[in-house]
């Protein structure tokens, strides 16, 4: 399964944006998918994470309710909608597939060891 990310840009703090993690493959819909982001000298860190259905999901606690993840089976898409976005939240956005099919918990999905497939990121910067 291969996966594009897109969406990022520049934006002033307090904006938003929406990134798309979409595949062309039918096959990512039973899947979790999740986003993490890596900051420029820094390591990659989790962001949030989705269930195969839709229906479940868990995010970082940095989020704090500014982040919200969907997805969209029909067009093979997961998006993470960002408002009130901060200078710290500048990174390189990546989408991540799991390696394990209609597989979820909260735990395991928030380490990159439980994709086996990433886009190749997006970025997006924050000014202040």
């Known amino acids: 399964v291969q996966l594009q990310a897109s969406g990022g840009g520049l934006v002033q703090a307090g904006g938003s944006l929406r990134l798309s993690c979409a595949s062309s493959?039918?096959?990512?819909?039973?899947?979790?998918v999740a986003w993490f982001r890596q900051a420029s000298g820094k390591e990659r860190e989790f962001v949030a994470a989705?269930?195969?259905?839709?229906?479940?999901?868990v995010s970082a606690e940095f989020v704090q309710g500014r982040f919200t993840i969907a997805r969209d089976n029909a067009k093979n898409t997961v998006y993470l909608q960002m408002s009130s976005l901060k200078p710290e939240d500048t990174a390189v956005y990546y989408c991540?597939?799991?390696?394990?099919?209609?597989?979820?918990?909260?735990?395991?999905?928030?380490?990159?060891?439980?994709?086996?497939?990433w886009g190749q990121g997006t970025q997006v910067t924050v000014s202040s």
């Open positions: 991540a597939k799991d390696r394990y099919i209609h597989s979820w918990d909260t735990w395991s999905k928030k380490r990159p060891s439980t994709y086996d497939a």
């Open positions: 493959e039918r096959a990512v819909s039973s899947y979790t």
């Open positions: 989705i269930d195969y259905r839709g229906i479940t999901t």
